[in-house]
């Protein structure tokens, strides 16, 4: 018989491989361009910053962003910082 402790254990690991599988489904919904974006914010790079680096107008990242936000299901930055995280962005697509 399996233990209620097992069951346990293994219906959390199934939920956040489920969460991962999702956050992972809306990392790939980003374009290109937002998902170079989103690399660049969560190492901590401003919208200014950004914008001169990647030769845009602020303005352009500034949407970019709320689009990254959106499709992420971000509420801020942190949030979004903490998402990208999980799928380990910040190393990936640099």
């Known amino acids: 018989m399996v233990s ?3 069951t346990e254990h293994d219906h ?6 489920k969460a ?3 956050l992972q489904k ?14 660049l914010v969560v190492s901590g790079r401003r ?3 950004i914008a001169g680096w990647l030769k845009l107008s ?5 949407v970019h ?3 990254i936000m959106q499709k992420k299901r971000a509420n801020s930055s942190v949030g979004l910082a903490r ?7 910040s190393t990936k697509d640099s």
Request: charged share 50%; with cysteine; proline share 2%.
């Open 47 to 49: 919208n200014k910053q």
């Open 4 to 6: 209620k402790r097992r």
């Open 20 to 22: 991962i599988t999702e």
């Open 12 to 17: 959390a690991r199934r939920e956040k491989a």
């Open 83 to 89: 998402k990208a995280d999980e799928l380990d962005v």
């Open 58 to 62: 602020e303005m352009t990242v500034k």
């Open 26 to 39: 809306r990392f790939d919904s980003l374009t290109p361009r937002e998902r170079d974006i989103l690399t």
């Open 65 to 67: 962003c709320s689009h």
